[in-house]
């Protein structure tokens, strides 16, 4: 059978460098999974593979959409299917890398079939947000289905709403709705987890946040300021940066919100991580080692 080999953890941990030396190892091809990336016009904020990183193993779903593009996760599973099924006829392995734990879920275990949005329902959110703000939307959840807010981006409007409406829709927590395997795969998943101490995460967070202020994130956030009501730029990195730009916040003050909420990702990102039983842990420090140890005692080689 053949294998996709899925690399995750947390924000900031490594995992891009350690999916092209495995690639590279294998002679694949890299499958995106980090729903941010998708956006070309996003390259410093989101941390992009860099050009001579691009430049070394063949990588999709990455700068493949502009933040004008309306992309949902239903589109992303067909097209990485798509994807992966063209590559495994000339490749025996496949490496899929994303910290979008849901994007991951869909590609390894398919999407449930959940409702489409209700217009009733919408309507009374975002009348709700509109005057009580998204913490009433944050309240609700919260009550609704403890678990998943848990994991949730608490400060993305939209994904509140979408879980309230499929809870009020069902009668069954988001979580509940979410929680059972769609499809039977026709391959394999090996998932590969990068873990460190928990203050070694943030310190290197709060590392790459300095490091895309250098690059010019100031500068890329600008020029995104015409569409900053698009979804896909309501995410962490932006929408402070926004603040700023609105004489909100200082500057000093937006770039401490951007790692406080990025640390605050990788906290739900553990969460998350921390119920799943299939997961093959490595140390951060020795990921690559450890990984190829692990993938030739389950007999997968180039």
């Known amino acids: 059978m053949k294998k996709l080999i899925s690399i ?37 904020g989101t941390a992009t593979p ?27 599973e067909k097209e990485a299917i798509q994807k992966i099924e063209e590559l495994f006829k000339e490749k025996d392995v496949v490496v899929l890398v994303g910290g979008s734990m849901m994007y991951e879920k869909a590609v390894i275990e398919g999407l449930n079939d959940l409702p489409e949005a209700n217009a009733e329902n919408q309507e009374k959110l975002e009348k709700i947000l509109s005057e009580e703000g998204i913490e009433s939307l944050q309240n609700i ?4 289905d403890a678990e998943y807010f848990k994991i949730v981006d608490k400060d993305n409007p939209r994904r509140l709403l979408r879980a309230i409406d499929i809870i009020w829709q069902t009668g069954k927590t988001y979580t509940e709705n979410i929680s059972k395997q769609v499809k039977k795969r026709g391959f394999e998943v090996i998932r590969i987890g990068i873990e460190a ?20 994130l100031v500068d890329e956030v600008k020029s995104l300021i015409p569409y900053r009501n698009n979804l896909s730029l309501q995410t962490v990195g932006y929408a ?63």
Request: aromatic share 12%; with cysteine.
């Open 240 to 302: 402070e940066l926004f603040r700023f730009f609105d004489e909100e916040w200082t500057l000093d003050f937006a770039v401490e919100e951007i790692k406080k909420n990025s640390r605050r990702f990788a906290k739900r990102q553990l969460t998350w991580y921390r119920k799943e039983t299939n997961i093959h842990w490595v140390n951060f420090e020795n990921s690559l080692q450890e990984s190829l140890s692990l993938l030739g005692n389950l007999n997968i080689k180039p």
């Open 141 to 144: 959840l919260e009550n609704d």
């Open 8 to 44: 995750i953890g947390t924000t900031g941990i490594g995992k891009t460098k350690l999916a092209i030396e495995i690639a590279k190892h294998f002679g694949t091809e890299i499958i995106s999974c980090d729903s941010r990336q998708f956006f070309k016009e996003m390259k410093i």
């Open 197 to 216: 101490p928990r203050e070694i995460i943030y310190e290197r967070i709060n590392q790459r946040v300095d490091k895309m202020m250098d690059e010019g």
């Open 50 to 76: 860099s050009p001579q990183e691009l430049s070394e193993v063949p990588h999709h779903f990455i700068g493949n959409l502009s933040v004008e593009d309306y992309y949902s996760i239903g589109q992303f």
